[in-house]
C-alpha cells in the first residue's frame, strides 16, 4: 500500500534549509543518505528508523513510503526555542500517537494519543503550540507538551496541512477536497482579580497568582484547559473542561502565596462568567445564574429578566456573601448567596458594562455601553454626576469619595463632586487601593503608584481640612503634607495639623500646637491671637503683629521684634514711656550686640538698663580690666555680688592688685586671704594671719602643701605644726611615698618614710594619748625606709645593664633584704627580684648552698619572661656545683665569736646568742659593734658623762710584740700567751650569756663599765623624747665607724665620706654635710 505525504520542516538554527534525498529501505536492507544540514539528518534517520521509503524534492519534502510490518509517520515538525538548547522534534504518526524527540533521538516526555489518523503537524507561535490536523476533519490546537486545547475549524475532508503565518497568529488550512482555509486566532484574557491579588491563565494550562503589593508570583501548573478563573479573600476557583478546582490559602497571611487543593468539582458546566465565594461557587449562564456548594450541589438559582453583562463579588459575611449583577438591560440587582430573591438597585436606560460600589455602599458606579461612567446615590437612588469617555471604573477601597475610571488613553481620578483630574495611560482600571492602581493593559496586570496630590488640593482650596487629610493619608509627598500642614494650621484645624506635622516629624509647629490646645483648655478663645502666634511661626511677621495690635497684645509684638533684633520695627510698639518695656528693648538689643560681636557696645547698653551683672561677665570674658576697674570703682560697695563678680574677673585676668582693693571695698577678708594664697603672696598672707588669727588654717595649709609639693618637706612640717595639722602632714608624706612606690623610685620612697618616722616620732612627743600609736607607726616606717633603700640597689642591678655594686656588696644587700622580709614583703618590692640577686651573686661567690636555695624558691613563684631562660639555667649549673657555702662568706658574731649561717631562719640576729646584728648603710656587713643597754637608775646624760671620763687604762695588747735584734737580722714575735682579761676590758665580761638559752639577754653595763669605757669606742643614737638613746660599743677601735648625726646610719668611715662627697648629703636621710663638718 503506497501513501502520499507532504510535511515541512518549522525552523532551524540557521534558517529554512532544503535538501534533496534519495533511497530505499525495506526490513532486511539498509538504505544510505546524505543530508545538507545534521539537523535534517538526524529527523531522517529517525524515520529511517520507521522503515519507510521516501523521495525528496528541493522545493518541498515529498514523503512515499510503504507500511511494512510498522506504523507510518505522516509529520514531522521541528523548532529551536531560543530559550531552550535543544531543538524539539515533535513526530505524529498513524498509531495516532503524537511524541516529541530531541535531534540526538532521545524521546521527551510520553507519546500523546490522538484518536485520529493524523495527516499535519506544524509548530504555532514561536513553538509555544501545535496544530495537528488528520481524518478528523479539523485543526485541532495542542500545547508544546501535547495537551489538546480545541478546534481551530471544522472541515468537510480530510486535512492534509496546516501551516501558520510566521510571527502572526494566522492559520492557513488544507483539505483533501482542495478546500483552503484561513484562520485567525484570538487568545482572550482569563483572569480574576480580587483586592491586590491576580491570578490569571498561562500557556492555557497554568495559572500564575500575582500579588499586585509584594509582586511576589506563584504559579499552579494543570494539564488541561483553563476555561475560567476566580478569585475571592483566600479562595480559588480554576474550571476546566471536565472539572472544577477549588483551591485555598495555606494561612491567613496576607502575604501567604501557598495554595492547596480544597476541593473538585468533577462536572462540566457551561458557563459565561465565573464567581467563587467563601463557600460557594456561582455560574452564570446568559440570564441565569447558579449557586454551587463546592462540592457540586446546586443550592440556589436566579433568572434575570435579561442578558448578565457584569457580576462582582462585594463581600459579607462567610456563606452569606452579597453579589453585584449587572444586566443588560441596564437593571442593576444586588443578590445575597443565601437569599434567593434578589434585590433592585437601580434600573437605568443603557445597558451595563462595568459596575464598582464605593466602601460604604452608599455609591454605585457604572461604566454603560455609551462608555458613560454615571454614579448613583444608592439610597435615594439620584445621579450623582457622570463623566464621558469611560471603559472601567473602580472605587478607591479606603476612601468613602474617591474613585477612577479610565478610557481613551487616560486615568481619571475624581475626588467628591471636584473636576476630574487626568494623566496619561493605557489599559483598563480594575481596582483601585490607596494610591495604588491597579491596571490591565493587554495581557499584562501592574500596580501603578499614584500620587493624590491634586484632589488633596482639591480638598485644601475648599478648606475640607479632614477630608484632604484622607486623601494624604492614601499618598503624597513630604512637601503635600507639609502644605497641608500649614493650610490646617492657619485654618486653625489643630487636629488636623497636628496629625500632618507629626507625618512630617516638625516638632517645632507639634510644640506650637500643644501650646494653643493648653491655652485653650483654660480658657482662652482669641483666634485672632492663635493666628497671630501661627503667623510668627511661619515668619509672616508684619501680618502677626498686625494681628497682635488688632487683639491687644502689643506687647507680644513688641517681644517678637525684639527677638527677632528687628529694633526699629519693635519701637513703633513701646508704650509711652513705659520704663519697664524701654529697659527690656535695650537689654535685648545688648544681647544682639554681643551675638553679633560687638561687645563694647553690648557692655555700654547693657550699663544704660542697669544689667551691671553681664556687662561685668563680657568685660571679663573679653579682658577689658581698665573697663572692669571703671566699673568696680563706680559701684557702691553694697554690691557685694557684683563687686565679687569684678574680683572674680580680676583674679582670672591676673591682676591681684585690683582684686584686693575690690576686696577691701567690700571688707571681705576671707576671700582677700585666699587671693594671697592662691597668688602664692605669702608675705601679705602671713601679715593677714597675725592680725586676724582665725584665718591661720586658711594661709598655713595651704603654704605647707605648697611647700610639700616643692620637695620643701622640712618647711612644710613647720607649717602644717603651726596650722596645727599634724595629721594632713602625715597624709601629704604618705601620698608622696605611695607615689613614689608606684614609679619604682625606691630610693625617693625610703626618704619619704624616714620622714613620715620622724614626723611620727615628733606627734608621740607632742601627744601623750597617742603615743604608743605613733611608735609603733615610728618603727614600721623605719623598717620600711630601710627596706626600700636597700631594695633600691636590688632594683637598679635587674633593671639597669650595669652597676656600681661590688659583688659582695650585691651578695650582702640581697642576704639582707630577703631575712628582712620574713613577716611581709611591701608594696612595690619583688622577691623574683630579691632571689634572682642573691642566686647569681652567690653562686659568683661560692655561696652555692645558699645559691640552690634562691633558685629553688623561684621554682614557686611566678618568673618574668626576661629571667626565665636565666634561672632555668642557672637553676641547672647549680646542680654541678658543692653543697657548701664559702667560709670567707660566713658573717661572724661579734659578741661570742659563732660563725652564722648565710640562711637565717631567724632573721639578721645571731644563732646563738640572739643578739642583733649591726649592719653597715651602705655595704650591710656585719658591723663590729654591740649593742648595750644602761643599768636601771642610770640616765642618759649621766652615761654619757660617764664615758667622757676616759680612765685610763694599761693596754697590755702592745706587750704581746717582742722584738729581737742580732747583726744579720730583726724580728718581731708575736706571744699569744699574752691574752686580753676581763681585768682589761670590763665590757668583756659583760659580753658573756647563759649557754641554751632561747631568749635574747642584753648586755647591760654598770657606771663602773661605762667609765672604763672610751669614748672613741662608744657610739650614741640620741633619739629625741620619748624614744631612749641607744648604746653601741665597737670591738676594733682600729676599724672606724661614722654615724650619720640625723638618721643614726652607722658607716664604715670611708664608705661614708665617699658617698658624702658624691651627694654633699648622707645617702640615708639627704641630710647636707657643710664643709666644716667633713
Known amino acids: ?153 471544522e472541515q468537510s475532508s480530510w486535512v492534509w496541512t496546516c501551516k501558520a503565518k510566521p510571527d502572526s497568529n494566522y492559520v492557513a488550512v488544507g483539505c483533501q477536497d482542495g478546500t483552503i482555509s484561513f484562520y485567525q486566532l484570538i487568545f482572550s484574557t482569563v483572569h480574576g482579580l480580587y483586592k491586590d491579588r491576580y491570578a490569571y491563565r498561562d500557556s492555557m494550562t497554568d495559572v500564575i497568582v500575582q500579588h499586585l503589593i509584594t509582586e511576589q508570583k506563584v504559579r499552579i501548573k494543570g494539564r488541561e484547559l483553563v476555561k475560567k478563573i476566580a478569585i475571592y479573600k483566600n479562595r480559588l476557583a480554576i474550571q476546566m473542561p471536565e472539572k472544577i478546582l477549588i483551591y485555598e490559602l495555606c494561612s491567613d497571611d496576607s502575604s501567604d502565596m501557598y495554595y492547596r487543593v480544597k476541593e473538585k468539582i468533577v462536572k462540566k458546566f457551561e458557563c459565561n462568567l465565573l464567581v467563587v465565594c467563601s463557600n460557594h461557587i456561582i455560574l452564570c449562564q446568559e440570564k441565569r445564574l447558579q449557586c454551587l456548594s463546592f462540592s457540586g450541589i446546586k443550592e440556589r438559582e436566579w433568572l434575570m429578566e435579561s442578558l448578565i453583562r457584569y457580576i462582582k463579588v462585594i463581600g459579607g459575611p462567610p456563606g452569606r456573601e452579597g453579589l453585584l449583577v449587572g444586566l443588560k438591560n441596564g437593571q442593576i440587582l444586588k443578590i445575597f448567596v443565601d437569599n434567593a430573591l434578589a434585590i433592585v438597585l437601580l434600573k437605568q436606560s443603557t445597558a451595563v458594562r462595568c459596575l464598582d460600589m464605593s466602601a460604604s455602599r452608599s455609591k454605585l458606579a457604572v461604566v454603560d455601553e455609551n462608555d458613560t461612567c454615571l454614579v448613583y446615590d ?73 500620587p493624590q496630590s491634586a484632589p488633596m488640593y482639591q480638598y485644601l482650596e475648599r478648606k475640607m481640612f479632614k477630608e484632604a487629610y484622607q486623601i494624604a493619608c492614601l499618598g503624597v509627598t513630604d512637601a503635600d503634607w507639609k502644605e497641608l500642614a500649614m493650610e490646617a494650621l492657619e ?238 602632714a602625715v597624709r601629704v608624706l604618705e601620698q608622696l611615698t605611695h607615689n613614689a612606690v608606684a614609679e619604682s623610685r625606691f630610693n625617693d620612697a625610703a626618704y619619704y618614710y624616714w620622714m613620715l618616722s620622724m614626723q611620727c616620732l615628733e606627734m608621740a612627743q607632742e601627744n ?63 622577691k623574683v627580684n630579691t632571689l634572682f640577686a642573691l642566686a647569681k651573686q652567690s653562686k659568683a661567690l661560692g655561696a652555692y648552698k645558699l645559691a640552690r636555695h634562691a633558685y629553688d624558691k623561684l621554682q614557686g613563684l611566678q618568673i618574668p619572661a626576661r629571667f626565665q631562660k636565666s634561672i632555668e639555667l642557672g637553676s641547672l649549673t647549680i646542680r654541678s656545683k658543692p653543697f657548701h657555702d664559702s667560709e670567707e662568706l660566713v658573717p661572724l658574731c661579734y659578741r661570742c665569736s659563732t660563725n652564722n649561717p648565710l640562711l637565717n631562719n631567724l632573721g639578721n640576729v645571731c644563732i646563738n646568742c640572739r643578739q642583733p646584728f649591726v649592719f653597715s648603710a651602705s655595704s650591710y656587713e656585719v658591723l663590729h659593734l654591740v649593742e648595750f643597754y644602761l643599768e636601771d637608775g642610770i640616765t642618759d646624760e649621766e652615761a654619757v658623762a660617764l664615758i667622757d671620763l676616759e680612765a685610763p687604762r694599761t693596754n697590755t695588747r702592745e706587750n704581746k710584740w717582742q722584738e729581737t735584734m742580732s747583726d744579720h737580722a730583726q724580728s718581731l714575735r708575736l706571744d699569744d700567751s699574752t691574752d686580753i682579761t676581763e681585768e682589761d676590758d670590763p665590757f668583756i665580761a659583760k659580753l658573756s650569756f647563759e649557754q641554751g638559752g632561747s631568749g635574747f639577754v642584753p648586755v647591760v653595763v654598770t657606771r663602773a663599765v661605762l667609765q672604763s669605757m672610751s669614748r672613741r669606742d662608744v657610739l650614741v643614737k640620741r633619739w629625741p623624747r620619748p624614744l631612749r638613746w641607744q648604746y653601741y660599743r665597737s670591738l676594733l677601735p682600729e676599724a672606724s665607724i661614722t654615724m650619720c648625726p640625723s638618721c643614726f646610719q652607722m658607716f664604715h668611715t670611708e664608705d661614708y665620706e665617699l658617698l658624702v662627697l658624691q651627694h654633699n648629703c648622707c645617702p640615708f636621710c639627704r641630710r647636707r654635710i657643710d664643709e666644716s663638718n667633713q
Open 768 to 830: 601623750e594619748q597617742q603615743k604608743a600609736e605613733m611608735l609603733q607607726k615610728f618603727h614600721h616606717f623605719q623598717h620600711l625606709a630601710e627596706v626600700y633603700h636597700v631594695y633600691h640597689s636590688i632594683h637598679r642591678y635587674t633593671e639597669e645593664p650595669f652597676s656600681s655594686h661590688l659583688p659582695e656588696t650585691l651578695f650582702n644587700i640581697s642576704r639582707f633584704l630577703l631575712h628582712s622580709l620574713t613577716k611581709e614583703t611591701p608594696v612595690g618590692i619583688s
Open 491 to 728: 485654618g486653625l484645624e489643630f487636629e488636623t495639623a497636628k496629625k500632618a506635622f507629626t507625618r512630617v516629624r516638625d516638632l517645632r509647629y507639634l510644640e506650637l500646637i500643644s501650646s494653643i490646645e493648653e491655652r485653650k483648655k483654660q480658657g482662652e478663645n482669641n483666634k485672632e491671637l492663635f493666628l497671630a502666634d501661627v503667623y510668627a511661626y511661619q515668619g509672616k511677621f508684619h501680618e502677626a503683629a498686625r494681628l497682635y495690635k488688632k487683639s491687644g497684645h502689643e506687647n507680644l509684638a513688641l517681644e517678637m521684634y525684639s527677638d527677632l533684633r528687628m529694633f526699629d520695627y519693635a519701637k513703633d510698639f513701646l508704650a509711652s514711656g513705659d520704663p519697664k518695656d524701654t529697659k527690656m528693648l535695650i537689654k535685648k538689643q545688648a544681647d544682639w550686640a554681643k551675638n553679633i560681636n560687638e561687645p563694647k557696645a553690648a557692655v555700654e547698653m547693657y550699663l544704660s538698663a542697669g544689667e551691671h551683672m553681664k556687662a561685668i561677665e563680657l568685660s571679663g570674658d573679653h579682658g577689658w580690666v581698665d573697663m572692669l576697674i571703671d566699673i568696680a570703682r563706680k559701684l557702691d560697695k553694697a554690691e557685694r555680688e557684683l563687686l565679687s563678680k569684678c574680683a572674680f574677673y580680676f583674679k582670672k585676668l591676673d591682676n591681684p592688685g585690683y582684686a584686693a582693693e575690690t576686696y577691701m571695698k567690700i571688707g571681705d577678708l576671707k576671700a582677700l586671704v585666699h587671693l594671697h594664697v592662691e597668688t602664692q603672696r605669702w608675705e601679705e598672707a602671713f601679715a593677714l594671719s597675725e592680725k586676724h588669727p582665725e584665718f591661720k588654717d586658711d594661709v598655713y595649709v595651704p603654704y605647707a602643701q605648697w611647700l610639700a609639693e616643692n620637695d620643701r618637706f622640712e618647711e612644710a612640717q613647720k607649717a602644717f605644726h603651726k596650722a596645727g595639722r599634724q595629721g594632713e
Open 1 to 153: 500500500m503506497l501513501w502520499w505525504l507532504w510535511a515541512a520542516v518549522a525552523k532551524t538554527r540557521t534558517g529554512p534549509r532544503f535538501f534533496r534525498c534519495s533511497g530505499t529501505m525495506s526490513s532486511t536492507e539498509s538504505t544510505a543518505c546524505t543530508a545538507g544540514q545534521g539537523m535534517i539528518h538526524q529527523a531522517l534517520q529517525l524515520l529511517l528508523q520507521r522503515s519507510l521509503t521516501f523521495l525528496l524534492c528541493p522545493q518541498a519534502v515529498l514523503l512515499s513510503f510503504k507500511w511494512q510490518d510498522v506504523t507510518a509517520v505522516l509529520s514531522v515538525g521541528v523548532i529551536f526555542k531560543e530559550d531552550e538548547r535543544n531543538d524539539i522534534l515533535a513526530v505524529a504518526d498513524w498509531g495516532q500517537r503524537l511524541s516529541f524527540y530531541q535531534l540526538s533521538g532521545k524521546q521527551v516526555g510520553k507519546d500523546r494519543m490522538l484518536n485520529f489518523d493524523p495527516c499535519c503537524v506544524s509548530y504555532f507561535t514561536k513553538g509555544e503550540y501545535i496544530l495537528l490536523g488528520g481524518s478528523d476533519k479539523q485543526v485541532s490546537l495542542f500545547t508544546k507538551d501535547g495537551v489538546r486545547l480545541g478546534a481551530i475549524g
Open 378 to 450: 444608592i439610597h435615594t437612588k439620584e445621579l450623582l454626576f457622570q463623566e464621558p469617555n469611560a471603559n472601567s471604573v473602580a472605587w478607591n477601597t479606603q476612601c468613602e469619595d474617591m474613585l477612577c475610571f479610565s478610557g481613551g488613553g487616560y486615568l481619571n481620578i475624581k475626588a467628591s463632586n471636584f473636576p476630574v483630574h487626568q494623566q496619561k495611560l493605557q489599559g483598563f482600571v480594575v481596582g483601585y487601593n490607596g494610591s495604588k492602581i491597579f491596571c490591565l493593559h493587554v495581557f499584562s496586570m501592574s500596580a501603578v503608584e499614584v
